[in-house]
T-cell receptor
């Protein structure tokens, strides 16, 4: 069936370095993608989104890249900070299904 | 501004018991949904609703019922709890997801359910 998955379950980076979290999706009809951050014991929190007619979108310290040719999504975090430590999920929506489907998540660990 | 409120935060049930997880939002969002999150895994969609009076099944609907009688509330019912339903449950809401455009989904803090 349709699914959204992640390449790396755990990513460890040093404070100040850039982080790249990857996500592969299998549904070529996906219209909209969202990255969420989930800290321990909390619900997911919106980070950034991108529509399928875009290749790149930037926010504050975060950039999302979308490569529709290979069905790949990435989240780049610049100058990673200890507060960035969390589990990151990509999620996708296909407009004709109204379903927001999540991937399995990547844990980001930031070391001093 | 309360956002999305889930109750209870914690619950222990015996196998076969029934209960309702409550979810309320005060943002006048049309779209609401329920997810479950098992340890070390992502969120799986149980049921969702695009507006009052409309509900639909997600990825893992079996064993759960929902209703949407008002815009604000979207309760999730477990009719006969099973150990396999031990999980953390999240409710989310957003302005319309899908044909009319999308916005970010806001999540509640979760309900941790244990079925023994």
């Amino acid at each position: 069936g349709e699914s959204v998955g992640l390449h790396l379950p755990t990513l460890s980076v040093q404070e100040g370095d850039n982080s790249i979290i990857n996500c592969a999706y299998s549904n070529s009809a996906s219209d909209y993608f969202i990255w969420y951050k989930q800290e321990s014991g909390k619900g997911p929190q919106f980070i950034i989104d991108i529509r399928s007619n875009m290749d790149k979108r930037q926010g504050q310290r975060v950039t999302v890249l979308l490569n529709k040719t290979v069905k790949h999504l990435s989240l780049q975090i610049a100058a990673t900070q200890p507060g960035d430590s969390a589990v990151y999920f990509c999620a996708e929506i296909t407009y004709n299904t109204d379903k927001l489907i999540f991937g399995t998540g990547t844990r980001l660990q930031v070391f001093p | 501004n309360a956002g999305v409120t889930q109750t209870p935060k914690f619950q222990v049930l015996k196998t076969g018991q029934s209960m309702t997880l409550q979810c309320a939002q005060d943002m006048n969002h049309e779209y609401m949904s329920w997810y479950r999150q098992d340890p070390g895994m992502g969120l799986r969609l149980i049921h969702y609703s695009v507006g009052a009076g409309i509900t639909d099944q997600g990825e893992v609907p079996n064993g759960y019922n929902v209703s949407r009688s008002t815009t604000e509330d979207f309760p999730l019912r477990l009719l006969s709890a099973a150990p396999s339903q031990t999980s953390v449950y999240f409710c989310a809401s957003s302005h319309t997801v899908g044909r009319s455009g999308v916005t970010e989904a806001f999540f509640g803090q979760g309900t941790r359910l244990t079925v023994v």
